[in-house]
T-cell receptor, first 115, second 115 residues
Framework: GAVVSQHPSRVICKSGTSVKIECRSLDFQATTMFWYRQFPKQSLMLMATSNEGSKATYEQGVEKDKFLINHASLTLSTLTVTSAHPEDSSFYIC???????????FGPGTRLTVL | AQKVTQAQTEISVVEKEDVTLDCVYETRDTTYYLFWYKQPPSGELVFLIRRNSFDEQNEISGRYSWNFQKSTSSFNFTITASQVVDSAVYFCALSGTGTASKLTFGTGTRLQVTL
């Protein structure tokens, strides 16, 4: 149990376009989802925490207008990178937790490349 | 504020050697969780262990063992008889015990096991 999926696994886009990444909890209801970003050879940095039905809480330095997060249901959260630029190229990983599963379960990640 | 320090950036060992990955943490919480994750080249995080701050017993799982020393705020990870498949980046992480607790990751240790 506790499987989290992400789609797409890899995306390449042109500068200026918007990209949506989906994070789904497949076998449990995720009351909280987290979005992380990992640059090459660096650690995972938390971008934002989202609770189902409410606005996401962004970490300091993360632009909320650029990284739109929606957690509309207990099994789905989306991260939209708006007007992506090459510096947004990174590995984006989501995780999910619930009232009954206090630890975070991680998705396989999405590698975004902006040309 | 929470902080996790992994002082070893890269470690290179020959197969069958034992290797210890160090992790030192800082937190003001009285209860917390400590984690170790493995990140192979594919990028997906692999959960290895979660330790509650109340439980200072060392744990062994096959070739893996963990040494939790609350007195020195350390949670070290030892791989016995390392194998090439152990080559990966290993992250130590810390969180509170609530369902929406943030995970704070260390900078990771890249382990290279060669023949």
């Amino acid at each position: 149990g506790a499987v989290v999926s992400q789609h797409p696994s890899r995306v390449i886009c042109k500068s200026g376009t918007s990209v949506k990444i989906e994070c789904r909890s497949l076998d449990f209801q995720a009351t909280t989802m987290f979005w992380y970003r990992q640059f090459p050879k660096q650690s995972l940095m938390l971008m934002a925490t989202s609770n189902e039905g409410s606005k996401a809480t962004y970490e300091q330095g993360v632009e909320k207008d650029k990284f739109l997060i929606n957690h509309a249901s207990l099994t789905l959260s989306t991260l939209t990178v708006t007007s992506a630029h090459p510096e947004d190229s990174s590995f984006y990983i989501c995780s999910a937790s619930s009232t009954y599963k206090s630890e975070q379960f991680f998705g396989p990640g999405t590698r975004l490349t902006v040309l | 504020a929470q902080k996790v320090t992994q002082a070893q950036t890269e470690i290179s060992v020959v197969e069958k050697e034992d290797v210890t990955l160090d992790c030192v943490y800082e937190t003001r919480d009285t209860t917390y969780y400590l984690f170790w994750y493995k990140q192979p080249p594919s990028g997906e995080l692999v959960f290895l262990i979660r330790r509650n701050s109340f439980d200072e017993q060392n744990e062994i799982s096959g070739r893996y063992s963990w040494n939790f020393q609350k007195s020195t705020s350390s949670f070290n990870f030892t791989i016995t008889a390392s194998q090439v498949v152990d080559s990966a980046v290993y992250f130590c992480a810390l969180s509170g015990t609530g369902t929406a607790s943030k995970l704070t990751f260390g900078t990771g240790t890249r382990l290279q096991v060669t023949l």
